[in-house]
Structures are given as C-alpha cells and as structure tokens.
C-alpha cells in the first residue's frame, strides 16, 4: 500500500541557509500534519492543513512557513537556519472522515552546520 | 488536549503479552484515545484507537476502563520487534484532523 512520501530524506544545510522539505501524502488523504523530533525528543507538532488550508498551528518559529497544494502535497520552508533546527521532520496524512488515523512518513533527517 | 501519563520504560519477555498502561482523568467525552509507536528514529507508526468500547485488530488491543480515565494497550505476544517508545495520544473527536500531541511514551524493551 502507498505510504507518506517525504524528500529529501537527508539535507544538510549551513546556518542561515534555507531549506523546503517536501511531503506526498497518501492519495485521497485531504489532512496533512508537520511534526519536528529534536534528539531524544518526542515529535512536537508544528502545522497542520485541511482540505489546503491551515487547521492548527503549533510551535512552529515565525522563519517557517507551510503550505498544503492543489494535489494535496505540502512543503514546509524553513528560513535564517539555526543550529537548533537540526531535528528530523516528520510528515502524517489522514483520509476523510471522523476519528481517522494519521499516518507518518519516514521522516526528512535535515543537518545544519 | 487531555494530559496523558504513561511509565517511563517497561520490560516484557519475548511471547509474552505487553500491557502498556496509561491515565488520562481529564479526559472529555469527544476526546479519543490513540496509541502510537516509534522505532528508534522512524516515523512513528499507528497502532490503535478507541472512545470508550474495548478494540482489537491485528497489532493489538485497547482496553478503556469504563471511566475513560485510563487504558491499557495489549501487545499478546511481543516480540523483539515490538522493542520501541509507545505514545498514548488523547485527540479530539468529530473530525479527521485533529492534531495528536505526543508525550512521554513508555519505552518497551522485549527481551529474549
């Protein structure tokens, strides 16, 4: 079965520089969520969008910014870099209806020097 | 959301049943409760989820006590595989994207 697509899995990036991760939810899922998971952290939940709009927003810095498109992909753009963005960023998907489950992709590993 | 608490690690024996607790008392009426897991650095995978009736399907099952105050996710019989940090998650019901809150799991290690 298809699963969340994320790309890049791997970026390294220098301070200052930007960065846009990509996520492919899976087809005819209409919700997609942004998670970040510093080292031994939990995922802390960054964005999320429903039906191309924005339906939640967590702690996600104001150098962030997300959008959800037409075909239901999201990019997640990341601006001035810090160090303390290093983390792994996860992509979930949800299908239409109520109380359904999100699925995650494997992540975007993203390092910045 | 509702606060979950959940031990921080937990030991089973390989083929042995796992019971994972967790306690949500402020739980509300529309609030589900989600369970997760996460393998070291993967994206964290679904497992189960329940509002009040018990629930199984092939991964395990979910077992609310009457109060929804609390659950138990029960892995029958864990293996080595099932080695991983397990996240209890209250969600808010009534639509499909609810955000889910990740807290402190409970690390599981299955040991032969």
């Known amino acids: 079965a298809a699963g969340v697509i994320q790309s890049p899995r791997h970026l390294i990036k220098e301070k200052r520089e930007t960065a846009t991760l990509k996520c492919y939810p899976i087809?005819?899922?209409?919700?997609v969520y942004w998670y970040q998971q510093g080292p031994g952290q939990d995922p802390q939940f960054l964005i999320s969008?429903?039906?191309?709009?924005?339906?939640d927003k967590g702690s996600i810095p104001d150098r962030f910014s997300a959008q959800q498109f037409s075909d239901y992909h999201s990019e997640l753009n990341m601006s001035s870099l810090e160090l303390g963005d290093s983390a792994l960023y996860f992509c979930a998907s949800s299908y239409p209806g109520r109380n359904t489950e999100a699925f995650f992709g494997q992540g975007t590993r993203l390092t910045v020097v | 959301d509702a606060k979950t608490t959940q031990p921080t690690s937990m030991d089973c024996a390989e083929g042995r049943a796992a019971n994972l607790p967790c306690n949500h008392s402020t739980i509300s009426g529309n609030e589900y409760v989600y369970w997760y897991r996460q393998i070291h650095s993967q994206g964290p995978q679904y497992i189960i989820h329940?509002?009040?009736n018990n629930e199984t399907n092939e991964m395990a099952s979910l077992i609310i006590t009457e109060d929804r105050k609390s659950s138990t996710l029960i892995l029958p019989h864990a293996t080595l595989r099932d080695t991983a940090v397990y996240y209890c998650i209250v969600r808010v019901g009534g639509t499909s994207y609810g955000k889910l809150t990740f807290g402190q799991g409970t690390i599981l290690t299955v040991h032969p």
């Open positions: 329940g509002l009040k």
């Open positions: 087809p005819r899922h209409d919700t």
């Open positions: 969008f429903y039906e191309k709009m924005q339906s």
